[in-house]
């Protein structure tokens, strides 16, 4: 699955960008064969599966320039390094408590010559800053994830949204909801893409 299937879905988006989404794969499979943190099966599909997927939070909210963004158990680099390819003008922080995962998402933001990644080899629970908003795919249920990440939202709000959580989960969310006791709202990846996907099917945003 090449790039247009991108460009289907985010139209505006520069030549840049679409070389950058292009580099992708390339990128993916030359450092998978250096570090294994993506299955074979998902490499195959990392347009669809990853990258598309991830990009399901700029179909929820378009981050205004200057805004401060921290992708929690990143992984590889989803949802962030996506994003930070759409959004250049945003500041990313990429945290993930497996330190080889790390030095992937550094050598794929690199490769990109992306300037608005940072990396860190670090737990959530420790990350010492403030953001606009916290993202997320695919890492732990909502109430642990609230708790570890509660104290590092910055109150001002100059978004549409209320700056909070953006997560992108799978599985029956109602008795997480339930658990976490906060105003929530949740939205189908369906509504915005036609294409299928794995079991993370559910984007949940906690306004702050
Ligand atoms: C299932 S993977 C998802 C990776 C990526 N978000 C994706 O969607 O491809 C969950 C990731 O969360 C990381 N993780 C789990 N607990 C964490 C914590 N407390 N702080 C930072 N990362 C954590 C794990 O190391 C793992 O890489």
Redesign the pocket.
Known sequence: MKAELIKKYFPEISDTQLQQFEQLFPLYVEWNEKINVISRKDIDNLMLH?VLHSMAIAKFIQFRPGTEILD?????G?PGIPLAILFPECSFLL????GK?IKVVEGVAEGLGLKNVRAEHI???DVDQDFEFII?????RLSPFYY?VRKKISPNHFHTHRNGLILLKGGDLKEEIEELERKTKVIDLPSYFEEPFFETKKLVYVPM
């Open positions: 990853h929690v158990g990143t992984g590889g989803f945290v993930d408590s497996i995962k737990r959530a629970e997320s795919r695919a890492v732990t570890w």
